[in-house]
């Protein structure tokens, strides 16, 4: 059975040689993420090219994720080394203090406005959580604190306030940059980091147009402001990522999992696509395998209907690049032959504002209850197989279209197999269709396909759906 659920896996020093991501581009990765908080910009441009060529020779269209890093709130450095606060022991945090100052009583703090976030009784969460601090007092530049939670603690480590609550905005003076710079890349997502409002993505949204960018916006879920706003965010957004690190650490570990239930879920519904993130085979960074606790975390998002699974230290610093997305696509094809809960009813039973989006609903319908072999979208944008692809019907979904950027955004969307294709006439197109299909070796005579098309050329055009039995 072909894999439903697609992979994301992120370039860097482990995996950027031609020879490496060739055999990752075969063990099933559809997505390569650059990832913006680590390197310099002409090291992602090269592994933009580096992709591009590797994916153009092996026949495949890949999609490019831009990932901002965002406002990460980090201590400063200690002047002789790591330092072991230990629970009770008074310690500060101070904006003013030299970058290299830091030792066993205080540390600096590049985030200006941390004196003014917080208040007494506050909780700052230290190196994901590792270190947990209580406020006592701000004086000034200064933030007076308790440990609670002790533990090594060494340079330039994150700060997250237990509950969200640090102002600090989404989008930095480096990541207007670096969106400039992805643009100019030709990326096909961005993804952007902390959003709290939907204002987030708009403004960024505003950058990437006025850039001359293209790419489809990704909105981190990473901040417990941004779950009051969950629905504005996905709709303000192209693509949602469930953004485990952070998230976890500010709303608490065991709130995490029904969070992350609850972001696929409505992202499905909203027709968005949703990516799952962190720490997913974080063993494999150094081991050969996976933990079972591993296998079943991902095994868990697919069942939930993400569309795709995210890679990250796993293969940009890993020891097995390769071997983590073979693993994990070996995960993802079993959980897929999973019993899951019946999601498509609820998408049948809305009531449809779009031409497209009832045409999309009757097809995935149709299919299912004729046990149909594959659906078939002619599609510009390719929204139309994105909205069949929320019925999850088990069904394959071709995407078949003559634009390059649609096939590579395509790359992401869970069941949807994007197919280069320009028929040579609109009389002759549903035949030509099928002809590419029968040559891929995908249907054969006597297989019952659904195939949707437009009158209109353009997104939303889709007006048509047609029962074809093959030859």
């Given at each position: 059975?072909?894999?439903?659920?697609?992979?994301?896996?992120?370039?860097?020093?482990?995996?950027?040689?031609?020879?490496?991501?060739?055999r990752?581009?075969?063990?099933?990765?559809?997505?390569?993420?650059?990832?913006?908080?680590?390197?310099?910009?002409?090291?992602?441009?090269?592994?933009?090219?580096?992709?591009r060529?590797?994916?153009?020779?092996?026949?495949?269209?890949?999609?490019?994720?831009?990932?901002?890093?965002?406002?990460?709130?980090?201590?400063?450095?200690?002047?002789?080394?790591?330092?072991?606060l230990v629970?009770?022991?008074?310690?500060?945090?101070?904006?003013?203090?030299?970058?290299?100052?830091?030792?066993?009583?205080?540390?600096?703090?590049?985030?200006?406005?941390?004196?003014?976030?917080?208040?007494?009784?506050d909780?700052?969460?230290?190196?994901?959580?590792?270190?947990?601090?209580?406020?006592?007092?701000?004086?000034?530049?200064?933030?007076?604190?308790?440990?609670?939670?002790?533990?090594?603690?060494?340079?330039?480590?994150?700060?997250?306030?237990?509950?969200?609550?640090?102002?600090?905005?989404?989008?930095?003076?480096?990541?207007?940059?670096?969106?400039?710079?992805?643009?100019?890349?030709?990326v096909?997502?961005?993804?952007?980091?902390?959003?709290?409002?939907?204002?987030?993505?708009?403004?960024?949204?505003?950058?990437?147009?006025?850039?001359?960018?293209?790419?489809?916006?990704?909105?981190?879920?990473?901040?417990?402001?941004?779950?009051?706003?969950?629905?504005?965010?996905?709709?303000?957004?192209?693509?949602?990522?469930?953004?485990?690190g952070?998230?976890?650490?500010?709303?608490?570990?065991?709130?995490l999992?029904?969070?992350?239930?609850?972001?696929?879920?409505?992202?499905?519904?909203?027709?968005?696509?949703?990516?799952?993130?962190?720490?997913?085979?974080?063993?494999?960074?150094?081991?050969?395998?996976?933990?079972?606790?591993?296998?079943?975390?991902?095994?868990?998002?697919?069942?939930?209907?993400?569309?795709?699974?995210?890679?990250?230290?796993?293969?940009?610093?890993?020891?097995?690049?390769v071997?983590?997305?073979?693993?994990?696509a070996?995960v993802?094809?079993?959980?897929?032959?999973?019993?899951?809960?019946?999601?498509?009813?609820?998408?049948?039973?809305?009531?449809?504002?779009r031409?497209?989006?009832?045409?999309?609903?009757?097809?995935a319908?149709?299919?299912?209850?004729?046990?149909?072999?594959?659906?078939?979208?002619?599609?510009d944008?390719?929204?139309?197989?994105?909205?069949?692809?929320?019925?999850?019907?088990?069904?394959?979904?071709?995407?078949?279209?003559?634009?390059?950027?649609?096939?590579?955004?395509?790359a992401?969307?869970?069941?949807?197999?994007?197919?280069?294709?320009?028929?040579?006439?609109?009389?002759?197109?549903?035949?030509?269709?099928?002809?590419?299909?029968?040559d891929?070796?995908?249907?054969k005579?006597?297989?019952?396909?659904?195939?949707?098309?437009?009158?209109?050329?353009?997104?939303?055009?889709?007006?048509?759906?047609?029962?074809?039995?093959?030859g």
């Open positions: 059975m072909a894999r439903r659920t697609k992979i994301v896996a992120t370039l860097g020093p482990a995996c950027e040689n031609s020879d490496v991501l060739t990752m581009l075969r063990a099933g990765a559809d997505v390569l993420r650059l990832n913006y908080s680590h390197g310099r910009s002409e090291d992602q441009a090269r592994r933009a090219e580096t992709a060529a590797v994916a153009k020779a092996l026949g495949l269209d890949i999609a490019i994720l831009a990932d901002l890093q965002g406002p990460k709130i980090r201590i400063e450095s200690f002047a002789n080394g790591p330092v072991e629970e009770g022991q008074a310690f500060a945090l101070d904006t003013a203090m030299g970058a290299n100052a830091g030792d066993q009583h205080a540390v600096g703090c590049a985030y200006e406005n941390l004196p003014r976030d917080v208040k007494p009784g909780v700052l969460l230290l190196n994901d959580g590792a270190i947990a601090l209580r406020v006592e007092k701000t004086t000034g530049t200064r933030v007076e604190t308790t440990v609670l939670v002790g533990g090594p603690l060494s340079n330039r480590k994150g700060i997250n306030k237990q509950g969200g609550g640090l102002s600090a905005a989404a989008l930095t003076d480096k990541d207007r940059e670096d969106l400039r710079h992805a643009c100019a890349l030709g096909d997502f961005i993804a952007v980091s902390f959003p709290r409002t939907a204002q987030d993505l708009e403004e960024a949204r505003r950058l990437m147009q006025a850039a001359g960018g293209k790419a489809a916006l990704i909105a981190k879920i990473e901040r417990a402001e941004a779950l009051p706003n969950l629905e504005a965010i996905i709709a303000a957004s192209d693509a949602v990522m469930v953004a485990r952070d998230l976890g650490v500010e709303i608490g570990d065991a709130e999992p029904g969070w992350q239930k609850r972001i696929i879920a409505l992202a499905r519904e909203m027709n968005r696509m949703v990516i799952t993130a962190t720490q997913m085979m974080e063993s494999m960074i150094v081991n050969p395998l996976p933990t079972r606790a591993e296998v079943s975390d991902v095994a868990n998002a697919v069942m939930d209907g993400t569309d795709a699974v995210m890679l990250s230290a796993e293969t940009a610093t890993g020891r097995w690049p071997k983590v997305v073979e693993a994990m070996r993802c094809v079993a959980a897929e032959r999973a019993p899951t809960p019946e999601r498509e009813r609820r998408l049948i039973e809305k009531h449809f504002q031409v497209d989006e009832a045409v999309a609903m009757a097809t319908y149709t299919a299912r209850n004729m046990h149909a072999e594959a659906i078939v979208a002619l599609t944008s390719g929204h139309t197989a994105l909205l069949m692809s929320r019925a999850q019907t088990g069904i394959p979904i071709y995407a078949l279209t003559p634009y390059e950027a649609t096939r590579r955004k395509m992401l969307c869970r069941g949807v197999y994007p197919m280069s294709f320009k028929p040579r006439s609109a009389e002759t197109q549903a035949q030509e269709a099928i002809e590419l299909l029968r891929r070796q995908v249907v005579t006597g297989d019952r396909i659904l195939l949707t098309k437009g009158d209109a050329t353009g997104p939303g055009g889709t007006n048509t759906m047609k029962i074809i039995t093959v």
